[in-house]
């Protein structure tokens, strides 16, 4: 991939993952559990990941919530936002480099560990541990749209060319 390409599909992975945040957020609440989502924007981080580099990954990531967060969101979106988003991604990134996982496998602990890290924010916000008896709730949809995003992941990534390797 050509550096003028990997920049073309930089700018074009921030543009779908913020469409796809706002188109998500068009959407009522899955199984009319606040909080639920399917996480349509792990899609592009999956990409990033797996045809990107690590830093790609995290800084298209990081953009993506920044800007979701300005337009759509406060401090208390971008806050939640930023850590499930980069938590998972870092877990993501180590997984896929450990070799040991598939595509939909990362993804769905990417789903809950993005959990994880909302919850721990709001017990910080909060002040509480008492949210954290959500966390089952949580876990259980990140385990299915982890799973859904990661079946849908595995496609796209089929589809796009591996970065070459410069050694």
Same mark, same amino acid.
């Given at each position: 991939?050509? %550096?003028?390409?990997? @920049?073309?599909? %930089?700018?074009?992975?921030?543009?779908? &993952?913020?469409?796809?945040?706002?188109?998500?957020?068009?959407?009522?609440?899955?199984? /009319?559990?606040? $909080? !639920?989502?399917? *996480? +349509? @924007?792990?899609?592009?981080?999956?990409?990033?990941?797996?045809?990107?580099?690590?830093?790609?990954?995290? !800084?298209?990531?990081?953009?993506?919530?920044?800007?979701? &967060?300005? @337009?759509? *969101?406060?401090?208390?979106?971008?806050?939640?936002?930023?850590?499930?988003?980069?938590?998972?991604?870092?877990?993501? +990134?180590?997984?896929? %480099?450990?070799? %040991?996982?598939?595509?939909?496998?990362?993804?769905?602990?990417?789903?809950?560990?993005?959990? #994880?890290?909302?919850?721990? !924010?709001?017990?910080?916000?909060?002040?509480?541990?008492?949210?954290?008896?959500?966390?089952?709730?949580?876990?259980?949809?990140? /385990?299915?749209?982890?799973?859904?995003?990661?079946? #849908?992941?595995?496609?796209?990534?089929?589809?796009?060319?591996?970065?070459?390797?410069? $050694?």
């Amino acid at each position: 991939m050509t %550096r003028t390409q990997k @920049t073309a599909l %930089r700018g074009m992975l921030i543009a779908v &993952a913020f469409v796809l945040s706002w188109l998500e957020a068009q959407l009522p609440p899955l199984a /009319m559990v606040p $909080g !639920v989502k399917l *996480g +349509l @924007t792990n899609l592009v981080v999956l990409v990033a990941i797996y045809r990107l580099s690590t830093m790609d990954a995290l !800084v298209i990531n990081g953009i993506r919530i920044l800007l979701v &967060a300005f @337009t759509f *969101g406060n401090m208390f979106s971008l806050l939640y936002s930023f850590a499930g988003g980069m938590l998972s991604t870092i877990v993501m +990134l180590l997984l896929k %480099r450990s070799g %040991r996982f598939r595509l939909p496998v990362v993804s769905v602990a990417g789903g809950i560990v993005h959990n #994880i890290g909302q919850i721990l !924010v709001a017990m910080v916000v909060l002040e509480s541990t008492g949210v954290a008896y959500y966390l089952g709730v949580l876990w259980f949809s990140g /385990m299915i749209a982890g799973a859904v995003v990661g079946m #849908i992941g595995t496609g796209v990534v089929k589809r796009l060319p591996e970065e070459e390797q410069r $050694g």
